[in-house]
Protein backbone atom coordinates (compact mmCIF):
# COMPACT_ATOMS: atom_id res chain seq x y z
CA UNK A 1 0.00 0.00 0.00
CA UNK A 2 1.29 3.16 -0.76
CA UNK A 3 -0.96 5.63 0.24
CA UNK A 4 -1.82 6.86 -3.32
CA UNK A 5 -5.75 6.16 -4.19
CA UNK A 6 -7.21 6.50 -7.47
CA UNK A 7 -11.30 6.63 -8.51
CA UNK A 8 -12.66 4.88 -10.09
CA UNK A 9 -11.04 1.38 -10.60
CA UNK A 10 -12.94 1.11 -13.98
CA UNK A 11 -14.85 3.30 -16.11
CA UNK A 12 -16.27 2.27 -19.80
CA UNK A 13 -16.99 5.67 -21.75
CA UNK A 14 -17.81 5.66 -26.22
CA UNK A 15 -15.78 7.82 -28.25
CA UNK A 16 -16.83 11.81 -27.75
CA UNK A 17 -17.23 11.02 -23.80
CA UNK A 18 -15.38 13.10 -22.07
CA UNK A 19 -14.51 11.51 -18.78
CA UNK A 20 -12.57 12.60 -14.91
CA UNK A 21 -10.20 10.31 -13.38
CA UNK A 22 -9.14 11.27 -9.79
CA UNK A 23 -6.05 10.81 -7.91
CA UNK A 24 -5.29 11.38 -3.88
CA UNK A 25 -1.50 11.62 -3.17
CA UNK A 26 0.13 10.40 -0.67
CA UNK A 27 0.29 12.06 2.97
CA UNK A 28 3.43 14.88 2.71
CA UNK A 29 3.81 14.66 -1.12
CA UNK A 30 3.56 17.77 -3.08
CA UNK A 31 3.51 16.54 -6.85
CA UNK A 32 1.36 14.50 -9.03
CA UNK A 33 2.25 12.49 -11.84
CA UNK A 34 -0.06 10.45 -14.23
CA UNK A 35 0.64 7.96 -16.78
CA UNK A 36 -0.90 6.35 -19.23
CA UNK A 37 -0.56 2.67 -19.82
CA UNK A 38 -1.74 0.65 -22.54
CA UNK A 39 -2.09 -3.17 -23.10
CA UNK A 40 1.52 -4.60 -22.92
CA UNK A 41 3.41 -1.07 -22.67
CA UNK A 42 5.20 0.32 -19.88
CA UNK A 43 3.67 3.44 -18.14
CA UNK A 44 3.95 6.96 -20.56
CA UNK A 45 4.57 10.00 -19.29
CA UNK A 46 1.16 12.53 -19.40
CA UNK A 47 1.79 15.63 -17.55
CA UNK A 48 2.98 15.99 -13.82
CA UNK A 49 1.66 19.03 -11.19
CA UNK A 50 3.80 20.48 -8.49
CA UNK A 51 2.39 22.64 -6.44
CA UNK A 52 -0.80 23.48 -8.11
CA UNK A 53 0.98 24.18 -11.66
CA UNK A 54 1.49 21.75 -14.42
CA UNK A 55 5.18 21.35 -14.51
CA UNK A 56 5.79 19.15 -17.59
CA UNK A 57 3.85 17.49 -20.18
CA UNK A 58 4.61 14.48 -22.62
CA UNK A 59 3.85 13.62 -26.03
CA UNK A 60 0.06 13.62 -25.42
CA UNK A 61 -2.61 16.43 -27.38
CA UNK A 62 -4.19 19.18 -25.42
CA UNK A 63 -7.48 17.12 -24.91
CA UNK A 64 -5.58 15.12 -21.98
CA UNK A 65 -5.66 18.09 -19.35
CA UNK A 66 -5.39 18.02 -15.47
CA UNK A 67 -6.13 20.24 -12.20
CA UNK A 68 -4.08 19.65 -8.86
CA UNK A 69 -6.07 21.10 -6.09
CA UNK A 70 -4.56 22.71 -2.48
CA UNK A 71 -4.34 19.61 -0.99
CA UNK A 72 -2.53 18.26 -3.67
CA UNK A 73 -5.17 15.53 -4.72
CA UNK A 74 -5.44 16.10 -9.15
CA UNK A 75 -7.80 14.97 -11.91
CA UNK A 76 -7.30 13.88 -14.99
CA UNK A 77 -9.68 14.61 -17.64
CA UNK A 78 -9.88 13.71 -21.47
CA UNK A 79 -12.10 15.45 -23.92
CA UNK A 80 -13.05 13.47 -27.09
CA UNK A 81 -12.41 10.39 -25.78
CA UNK A 82 -11.06 8.12 -28.92
CA UNK A 83 -10.66 4.13 -29.08
CA UNK A 84 -6.96 4.69 -29.09
CA UNK A 85 -7.40 6.09 -25.39
CA UNK A 86 -8.08 2.62 -23.83
CA UNK A 87 -5.78 2.16 -21.13
CA UNK A 88 -4.76 1.87 -17.28
CA UNK A 89 -3.67 5.11 -16.03
CA UNK A 90 -1.55 5.94 -13.42
CA UNK A 91 -1.26 8.49 -10.92
CA UNK A 92 1.88 8.79 -8.85
CA UNK A 93 3.32 10.70 -5.93
CA UNK A 94 5.97 12.14 -4.68
CA UNK A 95 8.12 14.98 -3.59
CA UNK A 96 9.54 16.27 -6.54
CA UNK A 97 12.69 14.86 -7.46
CA UNK A 98 12.40 11.75 -5.52
CA UNK A 99 10.82 8.30 -5.87
CA UNK A 100 7.31 7.88 -6.92
CA UNK A 101 4.76 6.11 -5.15
CA UNK A 102 2.19 4.62 -7.80
CA UNK A 103 -1.75 4.31 -7.34
CA UNK A 104 -3.69 1.71 -8.12
CA UNK A 105 -4.66 2.74 -11.43
CA UNK A 106 -7.98 3.33 -13.27
CA UNK A 107 -8.33 1.26 -16.37
CA UNK A 108 -10.78 3.08 -18.78
CA UNK A 109 -12.70 1.39 -21.85
CA UNK A 110 -13.52 3.34 -24.99
CA UNK A 111 -15.91 1.76 -27.17
CA UNK B 1 14.53 11.82 -27.79
CA UNK B 2 15.58 9.64 -24.38
CA UNK B 3 14.17 6.11 -24.32
CA UNK B 4 14.68 2.68 -22.08
CA UNK B 5 14.72 -0.21 -23.79
CA UNK B 6 13.64 -4.04 -21.91
CA UNK B 7 15.19 -6.85 -24.21
CA UNK B 8 13.73 -9.71 -22.41
CA UNK B 9 9.99 -9.71 -23.07
CA UNK B 10 9.04 -12.83 -21.25
CA UNK B 11 11.51 -14.76 -18.95
CA UNK B 12 10.74 -18.51 -18.04
CA UNK B 13 12.47 -19.75 -14.97
CA UNK B 14 12.51 -22.41 -12.31
CA UNK B 15 12.52 -21.72 -8.60
CA UNK B 16 16.36 -21.72 -7.57
CA UNK B 17 17.58 -20.10 -11.00
CA UNK B 18 19.30 -17.09 -11.29
CA UNK B 19 17.85 -14.06 -13.22
CA UNK B 20 19.38 -11.25 -14.73
CA UNK B 21 16.97 -8.77 -16.70
CA UNK B 22 18.80 -6.25 -19.00
CA UNK B 23 17.61 -2.49 -19.02
CA UNK B 24 19.26 0.26 -21.41
CA UNK B 25 18.97 3.81 -21.54
CA UNK B 26 19.34 6.11 -24.42
CA UNK B 27 20.68 9.66 -22.63
CA UNK B 28 24.59 11.36 -21.96
CA UNK B 29 23.35 13.03 -18.73
CA UNK B 30 23.10 12.91 -15.18
CA UNK B 31 20.11 10.17 -14.38
CA UNK B 32 18.37 8.53 -11.60
CA UNK B 33 17.35 4.73 -12.26
CA UNK B 34 14.26 2.76 -11.18
CA UNK B 35 13.00 -0.95 -11.14
CA UNK B 36 9.67 -1.23 -10.50
CA UNK B 37 7.54 -4.64 -10.16
CA UNK B 38 3.73 -5.29 -10.93
CA UNK B 39 2.74 -8.30 -9.18
CA UNK B 40 -0.62 -10.03 -10.35
CA UNK B 41 -3.51 -7.70 -9.45
CA UNK B 42 -1.37 -5.27 -7.85
CA UNK B 43 0.17 -1.63 -8.48
CA UNK B 44 3.61 -0.82 -9.62
CA UNK B 45 5.90 -0.85 -6.76
CA UNK B 46 9.63 0.32 -6.40
CA UNK B 47 12.46 -2.41 -6.32
CA UNK B 48 14.94 -1.11 -5.78
CA UNK B 49 16.74 3.08 -6.77
CA UNK B 50 20.00 4.36 -7.89
CA UNK B 51 20.75 8.57 -7.13
CA UNK B 52 24.58 8.43 -6.78
CA UNK B 53 27.27 6.68 -4.96
CA UNK B 54 27.94 3.07 -4.91
CA UNK B 55 26.78 1.65 -8.36
CA UNK B 56 25.62 -1.92 -6.98
CA UNK B 57 22.51 -1.13 -5.20
CA UNK B 58 20.23 -3.22 -3.44
CA UNK B 59 16.59 -3.27 -3.01
CA UNK B 60 14.04 -5.23 -1.48
CA UNK B 61 13.23 -9.38 -1.56
CA UNK B 62 16.92 -9.69 -2.40
CA UNK B 63 17.23 -7.76 -5.63
CA UNK B 64 19.94 -6.14 -6.48
CA UNK B 65 21.29 -4.15 -9.59
CA UNK B 66 24.31 -2.52 -10.97
CA UNK B 67 24.68 0.36 -12.99
CA UNK B 68 27.00 0.63 -15.60
CA UNK B 69 27.65 4.21 -16.30
CA UNK B 70 30.13 2.86 -19.67
CA UNK B 71 26.95 0.78 -20.78
CA UNK B 72 24.19 3.03 -20.06
CA UNK B 73 22.73 -0.31 -18.54
CA UNK B 74 21.09 -0.74 -15.21
CA UNK B 75 20.48 -4.87 -15.10
CA UNK B 76 18.74 -5.85 -12.58
CA UNK B 77 19.63 -9.47 -10.86
CA UNK B 78 18.66 -11.87 -8.17
CA UNK B 79 20.73 -15.23 -7.28
CA UNK B 80 17.64 -17.54 -6.71
CA UNK B 81 14.04 -16.59 -7.72
CA UNK B 82 10.88 -17.90 -6.17
CA UNK B 83 7.44 -18.83 -7.15
CA UNK B 84 6.34 -15.15 -5.59
CA UNK B 85 8.88 -13.44 -8.16
CA UNK B 86 6.25 -14.06 -10.73
CA UNK B 87 5.48 -10.81 -12.00
CA UNK B 88 6.03 -7.97 -14.59
CA UNK B 89 9.13 -5.60 -14.46
CA UNK B 90 9.75 -2.20 -15.30
CA UNK B 91 13.21 -0.14 -15.89
CA UNK B 92 12.18 3.38 -15.84
CA UNK B 93 14.69 6.71 -15.96
CA UNK B 94 14.48 10.14 -14.80
CA UNK B 95 16.29 12.26 -16.33
CA UNK B 96 18.31 14.65 -14.03
CA UNK B 97 15.90 17.63 -12.74
CA UNK B 98 13.16 16.76 -14.43
CA UNK B 99 11.05 14.59 -11.80
CA UNK B 100 9.72 12.56 -15.67
CA UNK B 101 9.76 8.94 -15.22
CA UNK B 102 10.79 6.99 -18.72
CA UNK B 103 9.34 3.51 -18.61
CA UNK B 104 10.35 0.43 -20.41
CA UNK B 105 7.95 -2.33 -21.82
CA UNK B 106 8.53 -4.21 -18.91
CA UNK B 107 9.51 -7.74 -18.64
CA UNK B 108 6.80 -10.39 -17.75
CA UNK B 109 8.96 -13.14 -15.52
CA UNK B 110 7.32 -16.67 -14.91
CA UNK B 111 8.46 -18.53 -12.37
CA UNK B 112 8.01 -22.14 -12.06
CA UNK B 113 7.88 -24.11 -8.64
Known amino acids: ETG ?3 SPTHLIKTRGQQVTLRCSSQSGH ?8 ALGQGPQFIFQYYREEENGRGNFPPRFSGLQFPNYSSELNVNALELDDS ?3 LCASSLWGNEQFFGPGTRLTVL | AQSVSQHNHHVILSEAASLELGCNYSY ?3 VNLFWYVQYPGQHLQLLLKYFSGD ?4 GIKGFEAEFIKSKFSFNLRKP ?3 WSDTAEYFCA ?3 YNTDKLIFGTGTRLQVFP
Open chain 2, 80 to 82: SVQ
Open chain 1, 30 to 37: NTVSWYQQ
Open chain 2, 93 to 95: VMI
Open chain 1, 87 to 89: ALY
Open chain 2, 55 to 58: PLVK
Open chain 2, 28 to 30: GGT
Open chain 1, 4 to 6: VTQ
